[in-house]
Nanobody, 122 residues
Framework: QVQLVESGGGLVQAGGSLRLSCAASGRTFSSYVMHWFRQAPGKEREFVAIINWGGGRTYYSDSVKGRFTISRDNAKNTVYLQMNSLNPEDTAVYYC???????????????WGQGTQVTVSS
């Protein structure tokens, strides 16, 4: 069992930055592929970014590529999402997730966090 707790969300102006953190419980954090997803009001949950076990492989959705960076610190059981050049279309609840397969597919996720709200004002 893995428990995930996100933090770092908030209100930011367009063009600003935020860094989300996701702290994981348990001693097997390094064995999980970690994801970030987001869900805007009235829309389906969408993939944002993924990072493999050791942090050497990442993949991003086209909508955030070049603006967002996913990273992880296995010693701290934490995954991060650095978000730069934010725009109102990035407004959503952001979810951290853990799984065993390097794929952006939500159905392959084993554990989800509760989410943190990110609101970008214009």
């Amino acid at each position: 069992q893995v428990q995930l707790v996100e933090s770092g969300g908030g209100l930011v102006q367009a063009g600003g930055s935020l860094r989300l953190s996701c702290a994981a419980s348990g001693r097997t954090f390094s064995s999980y592929v970690m994801h970030w997803f987001r869900q805007a009001p009235g829309k389906e949950r969408e993939f944002v970014a993924i990072i493999n076990w050791g942090g050497g492989r990442t993949y991003y959705s086209d909508s955030v590529k070049g603006r967002f960076t996913i990273s992880r610190d296995n010693a701290k059981n934490t995954v991060y999402l650095q978000m730069n050049s934010l725009n109102p279309e990035d407004t959503a609840v952001y979810y951290c997730a853990a799984g065993g397969v390097f794929t952006p597919t939500p159905s392959e996720v084993d554990y989800w966090g509760q989410g943190t709200q990110v609101t970008v004002s214009s």
